[in-house]
């Protein structure tokens, strides 16, 4: 399991807490130190099955300064994703990739239900 941080973030803070007390096992990468390439983002857009938008950091600063909020709709999935990838503070966090499970933001009945169910099999 691949868990994509911010390690100031709370959020993220929370979710490597629960991960932890869960027992998981996982390697941890710094967001903003390493960007989620172009070709990752990609692979990882089409196995979550969520919106796009899901994938942005909707309430970080460079999302605001960027009036991303504005721009998103009228740009393709194509740039959005190129965009996603030039920055790895535009990305939501945490982003938790297992297999064919893509979870995006730490929402813990999602992932007690997606999670523990993996740590079971």
Request: proline share 3%.
């Amino acid at each position: 399991m691949l868990v994509l941080c911010y390690p100031k973030c709370s959020t993220c803070q929370k979710a490597i807490k629960w991960l932890d007390e869960h027992n998981i096992e996982y390697t941890q990468r710094h967001i903003a130190d390493e960007n989620p390439t172009y070709d990752e983002l990609k692979e990882w857009y089409g196995k979550s099955g969520l919106a796009l938008k899901k994938f942005f950091n909707t309430s970080g600063l460079l999302y605001k300064e960027m009036q991303l909020k504005d721009k998103l709709p009228a740009m393709s999935e194509e740039e959005q994703l190129q965009l996603l990838a030039s920055n790895g503070m535009l990305v939501r966090r945490p982003l938790i990739v297992a297999g064919d499970t893509v979870l995006v933001g730490f929402k813990e009945a999602e992932w007690i239900e997606k999670i523990l169910s993996m740590a079971i099999e």
